[in-house]
T-cell receptor, first 110, second 112 residues
Framework: TQLLEQSPQFLSIQEGENLTVYCNSSSVFSSLQWYRQEPGEGPVLLVTVVTGGEVKKLKRLTFQFGDARKDSSLHITAAQTGDTGLYLCAGSWGAQKLVFGQGTRLTINP | DTGVSQDPRHKITKRGQNVTFRCDPISEHNRLYWYRQTLGQGPEFLTYFQNEAQLEKSRLLSDRFSAERPKGSFSTLEIQRTEQGDSAMYLC??????????FGSGTRLTVV
């Protein structure tokens, strides 16, 4: 059983479109992080959200933490081919281990 | 500091052989984590250290796996009597307090 469920698992869209990726859990996390991973490389941290209802923006990426701190979403506006990659959400309880979702593989077509 | 370094990047070994991977974390980070990632999946937690103390081990870490961080700096992960099911990307990450992780580029292990 996956503690963190990401949806969709695969997404292929055209450049310029908008998209949203979801990360859901039945557990309450003290913080949730989003990472992006390129093939053959380790994940790279994009953002950490810690407060229920928190919204953070990183250029064209908008991250939201659910009010109950059980879920999160990542919205990309006007997707570019450089956004292609594996997007991972991960939850933690304090400074302990991270629990990862299975990832959303995003492909942006030119 | 150039980030988290892992060595080797790739390792091909025959079934039954022992392998050892090394991770050099960011120098001021006191926590070090090992994860394993198979194709199409997110990373799975294996173990973590705070300084030199190994504070948690996953049940995924069978008796054939051992990790050390002898001086609270670099860490090694050894797999004894490798099996084909051990083939995966082994990722190391470090952090300081509740900051986000910095991952290395991983060691891709192939057991033939």
């Amino acid at each position: 059983t996956q503690l963190l469920e990401q949806s969709p698992q695969f997404l292929s869209i055209q450049e310029g479109e908008n998209l949203t990726v979801y990360c859901n859990s039945s557990s309450v996390f003290s913080s949730l992080q989003w990472y992006r991973q390129e093939p053959g490389e380790g994940p790279v941290l994009l953002v950490t959200v810690v407060t229920g209802g928190e919204v953070k923006k990183l250029k064209r990426l908008t991250f939201q933490f659910g009010d109950a701190r059980k879920d999160s979403s990542l919205h990309i506006t006007a997707a570019q081919t450089g956004d292609t990659g594996l997007y991972l959400c991960a939850g933690s309880w304090g400074a302990q281990k991270l629990v990862f979702g299975q990832g959303t593989r995003l492909t942006i077509n030119p | 500091d150039t980030g988290v370094s892992q060595d080797p990047r790739h390792k091909i070994t025959k079934r039954g052989q022992n392998v050892t991977f090394r991770c050099d974390p960011i120098s001021e980070h006191n926590r070090l984590y090992w994860y394993r990632q198979t194709l199409g999946q997110g990373p799975e937690f294996l173990t973590y250290f705070q300084n030199e103390a190994q504070l948690e081990k996953s049940r995924l870490l069978s008796d054939r796996f051992s990790a050390e961080r002898p001086k609270g700096s670099f860490s090694t992960l050894e797999i004894q009597r490798t099996e084909q099911g051990d083939s995966a990307m082994y990722l190391c990450a470090s952090s300081r307090g509740t900051d986000g992780y910095t991952f290395g580029s991983g060691t891709r292990l192939t057991v033939v």
